[in-house]
């Protein structure tokens, strides 16, 4: 009996040893996967952390190198150090804890970290900023062939943009963000946002505030300058310079923190200030209710030249009262008017308004042709200048910035009228020049 119980447990012993012995064979696997799984992650987080240090969170009101220097780093490392040509705005380090060896920074895996972001293509051609950061994985292998992987300008291999990167036998175990391999368009970062004013100004002539305290901003008697709180360049300190007409002050900037003002144009002070936070693709409007206008006879004249070619003889009116003698068609006239007046321009033979608008606080030409006049493209494309603002016979029709895929825009322009373009110090560009056909102007 003593020899059969002993039997029985040995038995029992080797199958206990059989079953941990299969156990074994599935569970190791399973441990080294979850390893991977866990490895794979912290460097999915590594990753996360350069990408936010580069652009910041908004959610957080943060904004990275980017916003801070006004740039994308040229290479990771100026991340961690300030890059050699000292530029305004770094507040780094903006990583911590990261390996570097040979001024290379390396991931958890041992291999060189692989930042994309490529320069703009030359305009007309626009397109969103990219940017992504890649691991070569365990393998540590990848089509990127670059010497540094981690300089932007030097990227070699499938582009995180082509559908067919995640295929790619080198970039099989490769570890991104964010997960382009997923979706391609997630390589796109918009790193622009749009500033948008509205301006109603409270006109002090006793007709009007009568009727309605405030009217629709008057073009011409506000400036507003932007500036940048981290990046001003001592050369060009302004991120924009516009001279305000409704419609008109709208303004791309990359995302950061900016200092913006509104002063009576050509004056040093302002009447109105904010410190403003620019989110990457976000609009972020004000709207102001101002003083500064008087459009009585308080202020000096100017005058309104009104070219007439519409076939019919018009009146133009200042207030509901003639503003000049009727002017035949074809003919010119320049009576003068007071600035920031409502103006009407009728029909003498009908009495039937065929234009209103608000007088600038500028000598103004109108021109009126006998049904739709031509209409013709201008497009200005910016690489070189902050921001540049486009007027249409004196009154701001828009801006074009030097960033992302807003560098470029095209703008109706009517035969006829006269451009000019001013930079971010309101310097002009070029001289004036009229509109005769379409055109296109690179800066």
């Given at each position: 009996?003593?020899?059969?119980?002993?039997?029985?447990?040995?038995?029992?012993?080797?199958?206990?040893?059989?079953?941990?012995?299969?156990?074994?064979?599935?569970?190791?696997?399973?441990?080294?996967?979850?390893?991977?799984?866990?490895?794979?992650?912290?460097?999915?987080?590594?990753?996360?952390?350069?990408?936010?240090?580069?652009?910041?969170?908004?959610?957080?009101?943060?904004?990275?190198?980017?916003?801070?220097?006004?740039?994308?780093?040229?290479?990771?490392?100026?991340?961690?150090?300030?890059?050699?040509?000292?530029?305004?705005?770094?507040?780094?380090?903006?990583?911590?804890?990261?390996?570097?060896?040979?001024?290379?920074?390396?991931?958890?895996?041992?291999?060189?970290?692989?930042?994309?972001?490529?320069?703009?293509?030359?305009?007309?051609?626009?397109?969103?900023?990219?940017?992504?950061?890649?691991?070569?994985?365990?393998?540590?292998s990848s089509t990127n062939t670059a010497t540094n992987p981690n300089q932007s300008g030097t990227f070699n291999g499938t582009?995180?943009?082509?559908?067919?990167?995640?295929?790619?036998?080198?970039?099989?175990?490769?570890?991104?963000?964010?997960?382009?391999?997923?979706?391609?368009?997630?390589?796109?970062?918009?790193?622009?946002?749009?500033?948008?004013?509205?301006?109603?100004?409270?006109?002090?002539?006793?007709?009007?505030?009568?009727?309605?305290?405030?009217?629709?901003?008057?073009?011409?008697?506000?400036?507003?300058?932007?500036?940048?709180?981290?990046?001003?360049?001592?050369?060009?300190?302004?991120?924009?310079?516009?001279?305000?007409?409704?419609?008109?002050?709208?303004?791309?900037?990359?995302?950061?923190?900016?200092?913006?003002?509104?002063?009576?144009?050509?004056?040093?002070?302002?009447?109105?200030?904010?410190?403003?936070?620019?989110?990457?693709?976000?609009?972020?409007?004000?709207?102001?209710?101002?003083?500064?206008?008087?459009?009585?006879?308080?202020?000096?004249?100017?005058?309104?030249?009104?070219?007439?070619?519409?076939?019919?003889?018009?009146?133009?009116?200042?207030?509901?009262?003639?503003?000049?003698?009727?002017?035949?068609?074809?003919?010119?006239?320049?009576?003068?008017?007071?600035?920031?007046?409502?103006?009407?321009?009728?029909?003498?033979?009908?009495?039937?308004?065929?234009?209103?608008?608000?007088?600038?606080?500028?000598?103004?030409?109108?021109?009126?042709?006998?049904?739709?006049?031509?209409?013709?493209?201008?497009?200005?494309?910016?690489?070189?200048?902050?921001?540049?603002?486009?007027?249409?016979?004196?009154?701001?029709?828009?801006?074009?910035?030097?960033?992302?895929?807003?560098?470029?825009?095209?703008?109706?322009?009517?035969?006829?009228?006269?451009?000019?373009?001013?930079?971010?110090?309101?310097?002009?560009?070029?001289?004036?020049?009229?509109?005769?056909?379409?055109?296109?102007?690179?800066?």
């Open positions: 009996m003593k020899n059969s119980a002993a039997g029985a447990s040995l038995l029992e012993i080797i199958l206990i040893l059989t079953v941990l012995a299969v156990m074994a064979s599935l569970f190791v696997p399973l441990a080294s996967g979850l390893v991977d799984v866990q490895r794979s992650n912290g460097q999915t987080d590594e990753l996360k952390a350069i990408y936010t240090a580069i652009v910041g969170d908004p959610k957080s009101n943060t904004f990275g190198y980017l916003g801070d220097v006004g740039f994308f780093p040229s290479s990771l490392l100026d991340l961690v150090q300030r890059p050699a040509w000292n530029p305004p705005g770094w507040n780094g380090p903006y990583l911590s804890n990261v390996r570097i060896e040979n001024g290379i920074l390396y991931d958890q895996l041992g291999g060189a970290v692989e930042y994309f972001q490529p320069a703009p293509p030359l305009p007309p051609t626009v397109a969103t900023d990219q940017l992504a950061l890649i691991s070569k994985g365990p393998d540590r582009l995180p943009s082509n559908s067919g990167y995640g295929s790619a036998i080198s970039n099989a175990d490769n570890i991104v963000y964010p997960a382009f391999t997923d979706n391609t368009n997630l390589v796109n970062y918009q790193s622009l946002g749009t500033v948008v004013f509205n301006i109603n100004d409270f006109d002090e002539n006793t007709v009007v505030a009568n009727a309605v305290n405030f009217m629709p901003g008057c073009a011409g008697v506000y400036d507003i300058i932007i500036s940048s709180l981290t990046h001003p360049d001592p050369s060009y300190p302004n991120e924009a310079y516009i001279t305000y007409a409704p419609g008109g002050a709208s303004v791309d900037l990359l995302q950061g923190n900016y200092l913006a003002k509104v002063m009576i144009s050509g004056s040093r002070y302002a009447l109105w200030q904010e410190q403003i936070s620019v989110q990457p693709g976000k609009t972020l409007t004000r709207n102001l209710w101002l003083p500064g206008v008087n459009s009585s006879n308080l202020l000096s004249t100017v005058g309104l030249t009104i070219s007439n070619n519409s076939g019919v003889s018009l009146q133009p009116q200042q207030y509901g009262s003639a503003l000049g003698a009727v002017i035949a068609s074809p003919g010119t006239s320049t009576p003068l008017a007071r600035r920031c007046a409502r103006i009407n321009v009728q029909n003498s033979a009908t009495n039937a308004i065929i234009d209103s608008f608000i007088m600038p606080n500028f000598s103004y030409i109108k021109r009126y042709v006998t049904g739709s006049p031509a209409v013709y493209t201008l497009t200005v494309s910016n690489t070189s200048i902050n921001t540049l603002a486009i007027y249409d016979d004196g009154v701001l029709t828009g801006t074009v910035g030097m960033r992302g895929n807003k560098r470029s825009k095209t703008f109706s322009i009517k035969s006829g009228d006269v451009i000019t373009i001013r930079d971010d110090n309101n310097a002009l560009v070029e001289p004036a020049f009229t509109i005769v056909g379409n055109i296109t102007k690179n800066y």
